[in-house]
């Protein structure tokens, strides 16, 4: 077997060196470069390489225990490993974690490790797994010029005589749905195939010592996942060890390229990020988010949660405090129609011309150049057209002096006054002489207006009002950095209906507008900051994606069933309320990528 090549690393800060160990875990390699941080990863591979710190700057952290996922695995260790009895193997990890277990993450935990359990008993039942295993915390090992330690998160069973091996990777529900790269995956193969038990008591920051007994020689390993919520399970690798072994390199030697750091992509991640203070990549911008106040700890936040805030926070502090599960929506047809038009609206930007009739020819005469690439179907297509009709007269490139664009650009700063780091995602950032024109796009099957008032506007597009507190301030919107003297820009929601279209426009050099969105964003993040989570029980409660994790929601008798969300928003009246619910309904049917966070 090939070793595999590890890049170096420097380090953009002060550092100290106490060993020269690298540490890449499975999840370090999955290659999902739009939602990891090269930097961030090859901080992570190091446990060894400290920052030199002045000792009076010490990170803070939050009061909550924010894995719950990490509660179950770590129970179903102690299950597993030494027999000890569920509840009290639970009890002993949540009394022992970092930062207080809240009930709900408690609870959560306990399905968890109920599901294992039952998918465990299940797969030793049908002889899939055999009736007594080893389970202990292993890893794998290459040496040459550094030592590098392989790792996989999850929990990893051995016969009795090592040569049957089976890891489970955790998740919490449908399992074999999600596409595992197949770097990850070699890496959970590796570690079965070359298992080392690691002796107890290793610390994180040290090479890991091997315990004196070790497994047998193994033959057969498989990586199976689990889904701890639904108990559902998925075989997604059964090999040979040789096989594990040989295939290795050649599949994860491109994928660990990022530990070679270089590139920073600042996003709500840095708030949790060991190195925020000292890396460059958030832009520090303090006041930009109008809050002014004692932070306990750094926040990551983005703008669905001030639209969740205005509705309940508690919701908010389920979902980004305690990060319990989401569940997982249906698909509706209006998250199909907004995914697909973005992907239209990106691939046709990107060519820097204006979209034209010739990129729509007639239903059943082709599909244009776009949707073509795409890979749409004639029925998407004609479903889809008139949405993109209305689009060319509102299209931004229509301007003819754009000298680039930046399709799906992220925007992140960290208010340093209030400690949170704030992030969204703009569409389209057109470059011009005269300024930077950002364009959010939404598009609506029925006929709705475009909101009357600015702070109405900004209430129901909370990223509108982020990002135009963002230029104002001078955030470049392309290199991520903070301009001393900011260029000026354009702000532009546009509404795309099958039968119209409007776009609304705020100018960074309009103090009333900055005022109007700072003060609606600072509302919102003053809640979250300083108001102690309560629950709101309302009809909006059958759409909290939270709602299962909620005792105040299983207490009340529960709205019945899930109405459609424009109906439900029609019947609330009052103008303010329809335009927090309908902001509110829109951003709870957003996945939300939640993962291991190693
Ligand atoms: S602070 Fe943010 S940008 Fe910097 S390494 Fe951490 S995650 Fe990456
Ligand atoms: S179920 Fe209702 S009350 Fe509970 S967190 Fe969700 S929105 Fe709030
Ligand atoms: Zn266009």
Known sequence: MSQVEIPPWTPPWRVVVCDRVIRV???????????ECPTQIAVKARPAVQVDREPSLRPTYPPFHSFALGLARDAAYSVTASGTDPEVALDRVCASASGEVAD??????REALQGYLIVLARLRDAGTLPSETVVREFFAADEVDVRVEWSAWGLLHVSRDGADREYHVLTWEQAGTRRRDPAYLAVYARVAADAIMKQEGSLWRERWPAAPAQPGPAQRVRVREIGVLDATDALLLDISADEARERFAGVVAERVQVLGGGATNPGTRCASCAVRYECPGPARMPGVLGVAGPALWTRGLSPGDLTTARTCTWQVHLERELSLPRARRETTEAMIRGTHLHSWLEHAHARLVPCSLDDLPLPGEGLGDVAELLGWDEPSYAALRPFLLQHIA??????????????????????????????TRADLVVDTPSGWVVRETKSVAVHHEMPQTAADVFERYPQVALTLCLLADGLDPVTGGVAVDPRPARVEVEILRPDGHEVRGFHTGDPEAVLIARASIAEAVDTILYSPPEPTVGRHCSWCPVSRWCAAYRASSGPSGAEAVEDDVEVQGAERPRMSLLAYAESVTVEIESDIPF
């Open 394 to 423: 509102a299209c931004p490139l229509s301007r003819d002096d754009a000298v680039a664009v930046y399709p799906e650009q992220s925007l992140t700063a960290w208010d340093t006054d209030v400690d949170v780091v704030m992030s």
């Open 104 to 109: 709900a993450a408690r609870s959560v935990a």
């Open 25 to 35: 875990s499975a999840a370090h390699v999955r290659g999902e470069d739009g939602w």
